[in-house]
């Protein structure tokens, strides 16, 4: 006759196992996020997370999941830091960083500026470019920014940007995503560079979407929408929940 205590011991022991992975919690690090909208989808799924920004969080935000200063620590591998609220919290590491720097000086939509009022050469592609000195420097300064976010110490990252002007010598983006995907009546092409992480992929499409206005400020233009949000956090928390754990940075 079978003996069915193993097999029972093993649905067990699986069972088990498949509980504690689903109960596990990700630490989530939202670079450059204010709005908080991508830290609420992933506090909404359960997970440990916090948006930092040299701004404090929006109004009707959480203080207690934002961390209102510079980044740059994080990004390299700092896990203890104060909360906007004003308390000190500490991670064991972070799991994901999602990064959202700064793209004044970078997004191809800039270009027209970097050659205003030219007053230098700069040499690219081989060539001799006449440039704005003073828009070209913060170019480079954000370019460095963005390379600290896309090298950040955690196992999973993903940094998103419009299109960069050639000029900033970006590397090739992973994927990209449009709000219209997700059930969002606008259209606006948004890039990732990935590390660790498969391309978002549609959910809902909606038909026929707007442009999305561009004469809006640059601040409120950028964020996220709560739907892509949701599908971001969904996504992601879900592969990163069923791939090896032990993937190291």
Same mark, same amino acid.
């Given at each position: 006759?079978?003996d069915?205590?193993?097999?029972?011991?093993?649905?067990?022991?699986?069972?088990?196992?498949?509980?504690?992975k689903?109960?596990?919690?990700?630490?989530?690090?939202?670079?450059?996020?204010?709005?908080?909208?991508?830290?609420?989808?992933?506090?909404?799924?359960g997970?440990?997370?916090?948006?930092c920004?040299i701004?404090?969080?929006?109004?009707?935000g959480?203080?207690y999941?934002?961390?209102?200063g510079?980044?740059?620590?994080?990004l390299?591998?700092?896990t203890a830091?104060?909360?906007?609220?004003?308390?000190?919290?500490?991670?064991s590491?972070w799991?994901?960083?999602?990064a959202?720097p700064?793209?004044?000086?970078? *997004?191809?939509?800039?270009?027209?500026?970097?050659?205003?009022?030219?007053?230098?050469?700069?040499?690219?592609?081989?060539?001799?470019v006449?440039?704005?000195?003073?828009?070209?420097?913060?170019?480079? #300064?954000?370019?460095?920014?963005?390379?600290?976010?896309?090298?950040?110490?955690?196992?999973?990252?993903?940094?998103?940007?419009?299109?960069?002007?050639?000029?900033?010598?970006?590397?090739?983006?992973?994927?990209?995503?449009?709000?219209?995907?997700?059930?969002?009546?606008?259209t606006?092409?948004?890039?990732?560079?990935l590390?660790?992480?498969?391309?978002?992929?549609p959910?809902?499409?909606?038909?026929?979407?707007?442009?999305?206005?561009? #004469? *809006?400020?640059g601040?409120?233009? #950028?964020?996220?929408?709560?739907?892509?949000?949701?599908?971001?956090?969904?996504?992601?928390?879900?592969?990163?929940? #069923?791939?090896? *754990?032990?993937?190291?940075?």
């Open positions: 006759m079978k069915t205590r193993l097999s029972l011991t093993s649905a067990g022991a699986c069972a088990h196992a498949s509980a504690r689903q109960a596990r919690k990700l630490n989530v690090l939202i670079a450059c996020e204010e709005s908080q909208t991508e830290c609420a989808a992933f506090r909404a799924l997970h440990n997370a916090y948006s920004d701004q404090p969080c929006r109004r009707g959480n203080p999941w934002h961390i209102h510079d980044v740059t620590p994080l390299h591998g700092d830091f104060n909360v906007q609220a004003g308390f000190l919290r500490c991670v590491r799991d994901l960083i999602i959202h700064p793209c004044t000086y970078l *997004s191809k939509i800039g270009c027209p500026w970097m050659h205003k009022d030219e007053d230098a050469e700069v040499c690219f592609d081989g060539k001799m006449r440039v704005n000195f003073d828009r070209y420097m913060k170019m480079c #300064s954000g370019r460095d920014f963005f390379f600290e976010c896309l090298n950040a110490q955690a196992p999973f990252v993903a940094v998103e940007n419009p299109i960069p002007m050639k000029l900033a010598q970006l590397p090739k983006p992973t994927t990209f995503i449009d709000p219209s995907w997700f059930g969002v009546k606008y606006k092409k948004t890039l990732f560079w590390k660790n992480l498969p391309p978002i992929l959910e809902r499409f909606f038909p026929n979407p707007k442009c999305y206005v561009t #004469s *809006s400020r601040k409120y233009r #950028s964020r996220t929408f709560p739907q892509v949000a949701a599908a971001i956090a969904k996504q992601w928390s879900e592969y990163i929940l #069923s791939t090896d *754990s032990n993937i190291t940075i």
